[in-house]
């Protein structure tokens, strides 16, 4: 098997999607994205940067991530946002050779760190990012506003 690792472009939004939705099922959460939102997005405000592995050709796994800032460390970092390999290219590598590239991209741009978070029941992958020497960060609470909440407080009410 080839695998091939390339920086999504526009032409690629359907396979982004489909990727998006299908880590979505695994996940079992809802999803609402569309292409046009994810193109806007990804393409023309560059909010976050994609990465595709292919194997033999075929879309196998996807990253995407964006730039963080660490006011400790004074330099920029990268978070993870979603990392997804498709279950029929599991065991094959291809999550490590994403994170290694991911990891070669940090060290180039001069990044302090690379962060994300995973699910708590996801046992298979906190043992496979353990197995790499990433660090679960025990002592950190992730907060999250959306929707009525997060215009509500936009709006001060």
């Known amino acids: 098997m080839t695998v091939r690792i390339a920086a999504a472009t526009e032409n690629d939004v359907p396979i982004i999607l489909k990727l998006i939705t299908d880590l979505a099922t695994?996940?079992?959460?809802?999803?609402?994205?569309?292409?046009?939102?994810l193109r806007d997005s990804l393409f023309r405000k560059r909010a976050a940067e994609t990465f595709i592995a292919y194997a033999d050709g075929e879309p196998a796994a996807y990253a995407m991530f964006f730039q963080?800032?660490?006011?400790?460390?004074?330099?920029?970092?990268?978070?993870?946002?979603?990392?997804f390999v498709e279950p029929r290219f599991r065991r094959l590598g291809?999550?490590?050779?994403?994170?290694?590239?991911?990891?070669?991209?940090?060290?180039?741009?001069?990044?302090?760190?690379?962060?994300?978070?995973?699910?708590?029941?996801?046992?298979p992958a906190i043992n496979f990012y353990k197995a790499l020497g990433a660090v679960p960060l025990d002592d950190v609470t992730i907060f999250r506003l959306t929707g009525e909440s997060l215009r509500k407080l936009g709006d001060g009410s």
């Open 94 to 123: 291809i999550g490590r050779m994403l994170l290694t590239h991911l990891a070669g991209i940090a060290v180039e741009r001069g990044y302090g760190r690379l962060e994300w978070a995973v699910l708590d029941w996801n046992e």
């Open 68 to 83: 963080t800032f660490s006011t400790f460390l004074g330099v920029p970092g990268m978070y993870l946002e979603d990392i």
């Open 26 to 37: 695994y996940e079992k959460l809802p999803h609402v994205v569309t292409e046009a939102v």
